[in-house]
């Protein structure tokens, strides 16, 4: 049986990227499978009585070396801010490549907990900074020193002991370009560097824990319960500055979401489910729903959000086990039918991603079709005719020549840098000032301007000849031959219109980061937890590749 | 050191602040990148370029033909590189094509290394003296130094060289004739056995 994928136009809507859940193609979990048998060493630890000093941790095979250079310094209570205009961190790290001589790490000291405003050069890979949470990681130290576990009721609330502010790469503050290192295979994937970087960034967390509570009460700490590490992750804030680049990487973003498509697509084709397929999905399903019923968030919007998805979850594993018969054929394929017409978004997507949990030969071969080579579909094929490029504006674009860029609704928002952070933001057009600066984003009101402005060229006319007189839209003439090969590289939403979530473009690319637990503080910043569950350093040569799903939360 | 993803947007920003539109904008930040990456003075000549751009006229030419002269204005490098790279596979057919009166050149010439590439040949250009040829946006030759900025071309000319080989075909036999020191001649037993197909292949 052959299953098409699914309809660009329904999926790349925002409410529904907005839904994506974490699953097998996530990057941190492709990138514990890449370096599962490289050699994990704590190479240096020089850290004070407080916590504070300097660390380096490795990645090591044949000749290759990924260091992980760590800072540690005081920082006052009022200092600590996760919002990007945080000029101080409680730990600051880079990503060097290779082993960093003495002259690197006296380097990186005077620039890397300076962030932003330092100066790193093309042989660190990744630099991030890092906040303590307050509310757990003196209560972990105190317990420790006190010689007793940490109350797991505390952990299972906030699920980090540090949270991160940003993770920079590619080029950013003098980081190495992408093309330095695109031969290199083991990194292969999007964002495998940085996650490389918050996996060793968490392990640098619970040594620093065990060594303060060591030097605090050195003949009565214990360290901290190897079982509760791994159930600790990495905490993430995270603002609009995310939001753009699913905007400003058409290609790459549809090469992630077709990988997922292609997974749903193969798995709806399977003809007979084995058992051991069929009970590892709903193993991994029961288990899910802890993940869930753990799911902490402030946030009204998100609260029935979960409340809805644990409601359509019980919905449907009572219709599997009293009405669905796994044993027939294109069992999968029944499934997908019946959540698509029973559940909503949220729902669809959980259960999409682990309907891929048994099949890692469909999964592994494309997590390496999910990088991409942007530049290589940059020029505009400008011998094409404007009839071309009309087929593909009511093709590719079909909703989006519909919106009535006329009304007030559908202007409210504009995108902009702003001068402070260099960071992305988004304001009121009819309140704030500055959107003569508006970023190139609002894709779909230049969509559909293009669209009117070809209305009368004559069909033979090359692409090349209109682009004389109409370069102010040459940015989405370029694209919309770029969605011509790649359908799912666009959003099909209205980014500057009134009903906007920013959230949902942060959700999206996070889920494919593989976070867990978004907890929006906001409709434009959320918080979320990175390899909670995850196995540790050490444990990286065997491990069960469903961690994900057997947090103790 | 600048990283070149740093020297894309941030020349990219600067096109737009000096309210070239965005589509060209990305034009210009993939131009300097590139022109930094082959050891071309990019930045150098875009400043210079913008230091005077806003209190001058430029010429802003649209289509390309084979000669094209502005005598009173200098063509602006930018437009005239979009417009080439967009007619290129139409210019082609030219031999050779011609300009007078171009403002900062050097910026013209990360446009005309992209359109070698597009258009799968190699393009020679002479900027007065000074002579480049452009290797399908993989490498730029040239005989300038390294830092130049050039504030004017009086002409500019460039040609399509044609696909050939650099060599004769005998250079290529003498080549070739030592290449064939790594063969093992075949006797009728390695003819027979040792390819994978059979003698003969009718089926």
Not at chain 1, 29 to 41: A, C, M, V
Not at chain 1, 229 to 237: E, F, K, Q, T, V
């Amino acid at each position: 049986m052959k299953i098409e994928l699914r309809d660009p136009n329904k999926i790349m809507k925002l409410s529904r990227l907005g839904s994506f859940h974490q699953s097998k193609l996530s990057f941190l979990r492709s990138f514990l499978q890449e370096f599962k048998d490289w050699d994990y060493q704590r190479d240096l630890f020089d850290l004070d009585e407080s916590g504070y000093g300097k660390a380096i941790y490795s990645f090591k095979k044949n000749n290759k070396i990924y260091s992980l250079v760590c800072f540690s310094n005081h920082l006052k209570d009022e200092e600590r801010s996760d919002r990007v205009i945080a000029t101080k961190w409680d730990a600051a790290f880079v990503l060097h490549d290779g082993i960093p001589t003495k002259q690197d790490i006296d380097r990186l000291y005077n620039n890397v907990p300076k962030q932003e405003i330092g100066r790193v050069s093309y042989k660190e890979l990744s630099l991030s900074r890092a906040n303590k949470s307050v509310r757990i990681f003196n209560h972990v130290i105190e317990s420790l020193a006190a010689g007793k576990q940490p109350d797991k009721k505390i952990i299972s609330e906030v699920g980090y002991l540090y949270r991160t502010t940003a993770v920079y790469g590619s080029g950013k503050f003098g980081l190495a370009d992408r093309f330095r290192l695109k031969n290199r295979e083991e990194i292969n994937g999007p964002f495998r560097l940085e996650m490389m970087l918050v996996y060793l960034v968490r392990q640098f967390t619970f040594d620093q824990v065990n060594h303060v509570a060591k030097l605090k009460n050195p003949n009565k700490a214990i360290e901290l319960d190897k079982e509760i590490c791994r159930n600790l992750g990495i905490g993430n804030s995270t603002g609009l500055g995310m939001a753009p680049f699913i905007v400003n990487h058409p290609i790459l973003l549809n090469n992630w979401i077709l990988a997922r498509e292609t997974a749903l697509k193969k798995i709806r084709e399977i003809q007979i489910v084995k058992p051991e397929d069929k009970d590892l999905f709903f193993n991994c399903l029961k288990k899910s729903l802890k993940n869930i019923t753990s799911w902490n968030s402030d946030s009204e919007f998100q609260k029935n959000k979960i409340k809805q998805l644990l409601s359509d979850l019980n919905k449907f594993i009572n219709f599997i086990e009293n009405k669905f018969d796994f044993n027939q054929e294109y069992a999968f394929n029944k499934i997908y039918l019946w959540i698509d017409s029973n559940l909503k978004d949220e729902c669809i997507e959980y259960i999409v991603s682990i309907m891929m949990e048994p099949y890692e030969q469909i999964t592994n071969p494309l997590v390496k079709q999910m990088s991409s080579d942007e530049e290589k579909y940059f020029n505009i094929p400008t011998e094409r005719t404007i009839f071309d490029l009309r087929e593909i504006l009511e093709k590719k674009y079909e909703n989006i020549i519909k919106i009535d860029f006329n009304e007030r609704e559908s202007n409210k928002f504009f995108w902009f840098v702003s001068k402070n952070k260099e960071e992305p933001r988004l304001a009121d057009r009819f309140v704030e000032e500055g959107h003569e600066l508006e970023q190139p984003l609002a894709i779909a009101r230049d969509i559909k301007k293009l669209y009117e402005r070809i209305t009368n060229e004559k069909n033979s006319k090359s692409v090349g000849n209109f682009l004389i007189d109409n370069n102010d839209l040459r940015h989405v003439v370029r694209r919309a031959f770029i969605i011509e090969k790649f359908p799912y590289s666009e959003i099909q939403d209205n980014i500057i219109g009134s009903k906007l979530i920013p959230i949902d473009m942060l959700r999206l690319k996070l889920s494919f980061f593989g976070a867990l637990k978004f907890d929006p503080r906001s409709d434009k910043w959320l918080r979320i937890t990175m390899f909670q569950g995850a196995p540790l350093p050490n444990e990286l040569k065997n491990f069960n590749d469903q961690w994900i799903y057997n947090s103790l939360n | 050191m600048r990283s070149f993803s740093e020297i894309d947007t941030t020349t990219k920003r600067a096109c737009k602040a000096m309210g070239f539109p965005w589509g060209i904008a990305e034009e210009v930040g993939k131009n300097i990148r590139n022109m930094e990456l082959f050891g071309l003075p990019g930045v150098k000549n875009l400043n210079g370029y913008f230091r005077i751009y806003p209190n001058k006229q430029y010429q802003k030419i649209s289509l390309i033909t084979q000669n094209n002269i502005s005598d009173k204005i200098p063509y602006c490098p930018i437009i005239l590189g979009v417009n080439f790279l967009d007619q290129v596979k139409v210019l082609e057919k030219n031999k050779k094509i011609n300009f007078k009166n171009i403002a900062f050149p050097m910026l013209f010439l990360p446009f005309v290394s992209r359109s070698s590439e597009i258009v799968g040949k190699r393009i020679f250009l002479e900027i007065d003296e000074k002579k480049f040829i452009f290797n399908f946006n993989q490498t730029i030759y040239s005989n300038i130094s390294d830092q130049l900025i050039i504030t004017n071309a009086e002409n500019l000319s460039l040609s399509f060289i044609e696909n050939n080989n650099s060599f004769s075909e005998d250079e290529w036999k003498e080549i070739y004739k030592l290449s064939e020191k790594t063969f093992v001649e075949e006797k009728d037993s390695l003819k027979a056995h040792s390819a994978g197909a059979g003698l003969t292949d009718n089926d």
